[in-house]
């Protein structure tokens, strides 16, 4: 039976986490499979009652789990503790353990949606991009140093990666291009860091093992201005961790529907991890208002990439793409310029996907 | 009298430097000034000419400046040549030996330019931020090392600051506020780097000394979203050098019309640099189609910052929004939804500049 790991977390993390396991438990029945599902503390959730982000056995059955659907943490409540017993540590922690070296997150603009975005919907329209970006290497996980000098505290953080770190992901880029469009964007700053000159010599060579995609090679500033002057030129992006924390938050945005947007964690080992982009949202959680979509279509991938059952993964997102036709928003995603929105609660939208399916 | 060097560069760098200098010629007679200005290579040309994309002539005669204007750097044709040796490298050398450590970008939008960005009118309408970049310190300056491993060859770059760089251009930062509208977003990573820890803790020191100053901590993910969300939150921007590297790019394609922003670079000593933030645009360079805007605009800048004559450079900067108000544009500014548009060539538009001086 695959097991898999709830990890609720903080903020609107519990109420939109509710909904999913509806449609998990909808898409269980249709298709015969038992999951085993349970839930374990994390972030403040864990900080609050185990003194930890991150306790011991919620790792073990993470690491013991064929996947993990996490809400979303952190909250102002916890903000001022040390960087080490912060919620956010409960990420990083999970992504290094589990060795989830990859993170995908489709950036697709719905057509109903198509206005909620300050972007100009003739620029938009049609947007569909993957951002994949390196997870558990680069800045996030280098040695960091502070002495002091006569010039005060002297304070480094360092880029750093292996070749192979650098390959399995630029991999991925490939076979993901192979699988899409067969176009591929690699992020760099390849005329300031040495890191990036390595990378791009190995998507270079990489490239001649798959002559039908397409590679361009982008500058990380550059991707910033590309994004926004024309993001239909993009399919696969592949960059380094933080270029990737950046870029893919900007690319979210591009939508103007943060809370639709799910992601994926992959790794070396069997389990991955799946969770909305946006965050906890401690400013609306508990007023039932949330939007739980991003959470649904988490769960989605879930189902696509860690149980291979493609059909039902369409199917739920099929069923996401009815609901906003038929007019259905939750606070976030309403816009008063059009008539027909029906204003709708979490529950609420958590049972209109459970009622198409 | 002051000295100026001019650094055409490469690209569209000649053709628009030859506007920017007109311009200076009309104000030089108005305000009875007499300016030195001498040209030296640098960039793309200074390498096929001598070898080296910054000559040390160049770079003595800039040193014995009172202020650089440079046009752009770079093209395809140097693409190939190693880190070390490629155009950008002049920048990256002017920025430290005329000790640079802070580039001042204004982003403004321009109210008839309004339709030429890819965002909605309203989100832009107004905005005029200014983003202060850190630009000689950081991962742009530190230790690169790469290594043989069994894992293949291992690379970092590492970011590095003293507290006495974090320092400087934080002041500039909070200085800066005073004189605008007393709002500062401090942009950082401090939930991952320790090097954004210790900035966040000078800014939350030095705001003490600032009581009116607004301050705002806004991690660099999260940044890069509002700048897209909402402009208009913002107003100064401080940040370190890889992040206003990728901010700055990102706010500014917000306008639509990167043609049209200057920036300045200003330092420990008397001498400062002046330049447009766009590229040396190869594809249109000798086509007489480039906008000259963006120079003008940084020589303005200049005589602001470096000769502290600001109603020359208010002038200039209202002979700009007069001709864009009399409809003429450049064909990067050129929409055709607007049918009082003037299509409008470099020369042109330099001359539409002089006359309305
Ligand atoms: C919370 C933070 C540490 C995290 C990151 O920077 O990776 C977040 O921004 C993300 O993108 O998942
Ligand atoms: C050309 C490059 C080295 C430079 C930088 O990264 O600083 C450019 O992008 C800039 O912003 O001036």
Request: aromatic share 6%.
């Amino acid at each position: 039976m695959p097991k898999i790991a709830v990890l609720p977390g903080d903020g609107i993390g519990p109420e939109i986490m509710v909904e999913a396991l509806k449609v998990l438990k909808v898409i269980g029945e249709q298709y015969h499979m038992l999951f085993e599902v349970n839930e374990y503390p994390v972030g403040g959730y864990a900080i609050d009652h185990f003194g930890e982000p991150l306790p011991d056995t919620t790792l073990e059955h993470c690491l013991q789990s064929d996947a993990v659907l996490l809400g979303a943490v952190g909250g102002p409540k916890w903000d001022d503790l040390p960087g080490e017993s912060r919620p956010e540590k409960a990420l990083l922690g999970l992504r290094k353990e589990l060795k989830l070296f990859s993170n995908l997150r489709p950036v697709k603009v719905y057509d109903p949606l198509v206005e909620a975005s300050t972007i100009k919907p003739e620029v938009i329209q049609g947007v569909d991009l993957l951002v994949i970006r390196e997870l558990t290497g680069g800045i996030y996980f280098g040695e960091r140093t502070k002495v002091m000098t006569e010039k005060g505290i002297k304070v480094s953080d360092t880029l750093t990666y292996t070749e192979e770190e650098m390959e399995r992901i630029i991999r991925l880029g490939f076979e993901t291009a192979m699988k899409r469009n067969k176009k591929l964007a690699s992020v760099d700053k390849a005329n300031i860091l040495e890191s990036s000159r390595v990378w791009r010599k190995i998507v270079n060579t990489m490239a001649k093992e798959y002559p039908e995609v397409e590679v361009q090679h982008v500058l990380v500033d550059n991707c910033a201005m590309q994004l926004i002057r024309n993001p239909k030129q993009f399919d696969v992006i592949v960059t380094e961790n933080m270029f990737g924390d950046i870029l893919s938050d900007e690319a979210a945005m591009l939508t103007g529907s943060i809370g639709m947007l799910p992601s994926a964690s992959i790794g070396t080992e069997k389990v991955a991890m799946y969770e909305p982009i946006h965050g906890s949202a401690p400013d609306i959680a508990g007023l039932g208002i949330a939007n739980p979509l991003a959470t649904i279509l988490s769960l989605a991938m879930m189902l696509k990439y860690s149980f291979h059952m493609n059909e039902a993964a369409t199917q739920i997102e099929q069923a996401v793409d009815h609901v906003l036709q038929a007019g259905y928003r939750t606070k976030d995603l309403a816009t008063n310029k059009i008539e027909s929105t029906k204003l709708t609660g979490t529950k609420e939208m958590g049972d209109l996907v459970v009622q198409v399916l």
